[in-house]
């Protein structure tokens, strides 16, 4: 059993920057794939970006340029750093983790579907 702990979020304004980071279990962290999603009062939850264990990434348009992935596979860590925030981007911020190397559809992948732990989320508002 894989456990997320995310932490990082708060009130920013237009133009401002975040950086969230999920702490995660396990000691087979390095083969996890790790995933970042968010979701909006009344809008479904969005992948946005997404870090594989062989470093493959993926970002949604929506972000793209303005948030990156990181991970320290020492520190169990995944981030999430963001920049240019937009009232836009307000939303509960999930970290999601993958533990079936192996199994892998897809690296990378946005789809909620593909991962199999999630963390409770961190809320992100930016006026």
């Known amino acids: 059993h894989v456990q997320l702990v995310e932490s990082g979020g708060g009130s920013v304004q237009s133009g401002g920057s975040l950086k969230l980071s999920c702490v995660a279990s396990?000691?087979?962290?390095?083969?996890?794939?790790m995933g970042w999603f968010r979701q909006a009062p009344g809008k479904e939850r969005e992948g946005i970006a997404a870090?594989?264990?062989?470093?493959?990434?993926d970002y949604a348009d929506s972000v793209k340029g303005r948030f990156t992935i990181t991970r320290d596979d020492a520190r169990k860590t995944v981030y999430l750093q963001l920049t240019n925030l937009t009232p836009d981007d307000t939303a509960m911020y999930y970290c999601?983790?993958?533990?079936?190397?192996?199994?892998?559809?897809?690296?990378?992948?946005?789809?909620?579907?593909?991962?199999?732990?999630w963390g409770q989320g961190t809320q992100v508002t930016v006026s």
């Open positions: 999601a983790a993958d533990d079936r190397l192996g199994f892998r559809r897809y690296r990378a992948p946005l789809y909620a579907d593909e991962y199999n732990y």
């Open positions: 396990g000691s087979r962290y390095h083969t996890y794939c």
């Open positions: 870090l594989d264990s062989d470093g493959t990434t």
